[in-house]
């Protein structure tokens, strides 16, 4: 059998005889270089099976991003088992929710995290639980060079999985999407191709988070493919990215990256001298964004399109147009249509909801079949939840969003969830959560109220019980209090209506 095992695309021995070549390189760490790359994930590896944590097992983690961090992703794919990130700002009652539905063989947290996620993750029944700080500290790594590194690649079917990233959803609740290591190996070698990735030459700048597709996969799988070093920063920090960039050659951003660097006047072509391509995606690119960077820098940024449950979709070509507002063309070996609401492809023009077909579309939702069976249409197409038009050329622009999704910063935060907690607070009548236009974050989240006259509420009657129960970026950040929400003749909140009376009311960050 062909073992497809991922780890043996991405690292295997690729680089034992690698000269000492860095991979990641951190602020103020020695450098992970290449060649120590599969010894050191092999030390992980055998402290997972200390562990007991074998193939098929979930290992749920929830930690600073650091160099260990990406060892013990890499660890968890070399003894087969399941690979669960989670948001470092999600909170412990958020957690439990995770832990439960997953039920991980091993939980990860951060060092000062410990108090209170133990008790959450033995009301679980999570037989281990370590931590790791962003220094490698924590229990999970202590004398792990003890341990023997020759721990093989365990075999794995192109359909076993890899990762289970969590996804909110419109009913509020996470759903857990399964990525096989076949989804995740045959998208990073396309996108590895289609920006004519420069083995060995191109310089990452990374300054994404590794608990989404973007940081982790799309980011770090093209960095392994090509055998590139990457500045790995913790978080987008101006004054580090200043710093970085003229060693790099690709960067990879959510918009907000892009914004915040317009708004630093040390941002010049000089300082990109080395640079070769700049990517965007996670959230819609303003075009005057990509107008001003281009002013700015000489760069048009390649703007892409993907999501959770399928990695990279669509991508502008490397060589050819990056047009402003659109997307791109379907990579390559994905098949993209514009249907209608009962899967009916469009003509090309018209605006419909983007299907897609091909092997980087997730194996389902972890344990929930039939929410899984509603989101395929007959023949496989999986309905992606954005509004988008095809020109006739088949490049993709998308126009919006037939879920209530708010996208703010790149991060995902779906009303539903946040309009729960608001509508259990005593005093709260009804809610409406709504993404109103961010000037930083792009879009953030707006909280209209209706009071049902029971207390007197004010903003902070409204925030402060959120605190501990829903992660900071999910917050609103603006709290407005109506007499009653515009419904439709079928009684339907009028959100549309809605964002268009309150855009203007957060606009500064
Ligand atoms: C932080 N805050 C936010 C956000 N980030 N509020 C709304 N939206 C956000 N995205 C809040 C914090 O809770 C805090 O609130 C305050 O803003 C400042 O926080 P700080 O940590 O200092 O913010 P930051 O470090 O400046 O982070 C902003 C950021 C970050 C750089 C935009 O959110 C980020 O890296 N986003 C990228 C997300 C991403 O990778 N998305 C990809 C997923 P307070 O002060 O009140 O406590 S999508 C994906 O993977 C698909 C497949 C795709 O297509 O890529
Ligand atoms: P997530 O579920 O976190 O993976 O987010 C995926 C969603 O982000 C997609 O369904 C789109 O709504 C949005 N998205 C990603 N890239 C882009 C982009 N370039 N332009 C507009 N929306 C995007």
Request: hydrophobic share 40%; glycine share 8%.
């Amino acid at each position: 059998m062909t073992n497809h095992n991922l780890y043996l695309r991405l690292v295997g021995d690729r680089f034992e005889k690698a000269a000492e070549q860095p991979f990641l390189i951190t602020p103020g760490r020695l450098p992970l270089l290449f060649s120590e790359l599969h010894r050191m994930s092999g030390l992980v590896a055998a402290r997972l099976q200390q562990l007991n944590v074998g193939p098929g097992d979930r290992v749920m983690v929830q930690v600073a991003k650091s160099p260990e961090s990406v060892l013990v992703y890499l660890a968890c794919l070399r003894v087969g088992a399941i690979y669960i990130p989670l948001n470092t700002a999600y909170t412990p009652a958020e957690v439990s929710y995770f832990i439960e539905d997953a039920k991980p063989q091993l939980f990860i947290c951060q060092p000062g995290e410990r108090e209170n996620l133990v008790a959450r993750s033995k009301a679980g029944n999570v037989p281990h639980t370590r931590t790791l700080g962003s220094e490698g500290d924590g229990d999970l790594l202590i004398d792990v060079e003890r341990l023997s590194p020759e721990v093989p690649v365990v075999e794995r079917e192109a359909d076993d999985l890899a990762a289970i990233l969590y996804t909110s959803g419109t009913t509020g609740r996470s759903k857990g999407a399964m990525l096989s290591h076949h989804n995740l190996s045959s998208n990073a070698q396309v996108l590895h191709r289609y920006w004519q990735w420069q083995d060995r030459q191109d310089v990452l700048l990374h300054a994404l988070p590794v608990f989404h597709v973007h940081g982790l996969f799309v980011a770090l799988h093209c960095a392994l493919l090509g055998q590139s070093t990457v500045h790995f920063l913790a978080r987008f920090n101006p004054d580090q990215i200043i710093d970085c960039l003229p060693d790099c050659t690709v960067m990879m951003g959510v918009p907000t990256f892009y914004t915040r660097l317009l708004n630093d006047a040390r941002l010049t072509d000089q300082l990109c001298a080395k640079m070769r391509l700049f990517i965007s995606g996670s959230a819609p690119l303003l075009a005057e964004t990509h107008r001003q960077f281009e002013q700015r820098t000489g760069f048009r940024i390649l703007e892409r399109y993907g999501m959770t449950e399928a990695g990279m979709i669509a991508s502008n070509p490397y060589q050819g147009d990056r047009l402003a507002g659109t997307v791109g063309y379907p990579l390559p070996g994905v098949s993209v249509r514009i249907a209608d609401n009962h899967g009916n492809e469009l003509p090309r023009g018209e605006t419909g909801v983007l299907e897609l077909k091909g092997p980087n579309v997730f194996k389902g939702y972890w344990q929930m079949p039939e929410k899984t069976a509603r989101e395929f249409r007959q023949g496989g197409w999986f309905i992606s939840g954005d509004n988008a038009v095809m020109d006739q050329t088949g490049r993709i622009s998308i126009v919006g969003r037939a879920r209530d999704l708010i996208i703010s910063g790149g991060y995902n935060i779906y009303p539903k969830e946040i309009e729960a907690e608001i509508d259990a607070i005593p005093g709260v009548g009804e809610s409406a959560v709504i993404g109103l236009p961010h000037e930083d974050f792009g879009e953030v989240a707006a909280a209209i109220v209706v009071k049902d006259g029971s207390r007197q509420l004010g903003e902070q009657q409204i925030i402060e019980p959120l605190q501990g129960r829903l992660a900071r970026f999910k917050q609103p950040k603006l709290v407005i209090f109506v007499d009653e929400l515009p419904r439709n003749t079928m009684g339907k909140v009028q959100k549309a209506e809605l964002r268009e009376t309150y855009k203007a009311s957060v606009n500064r960050p």
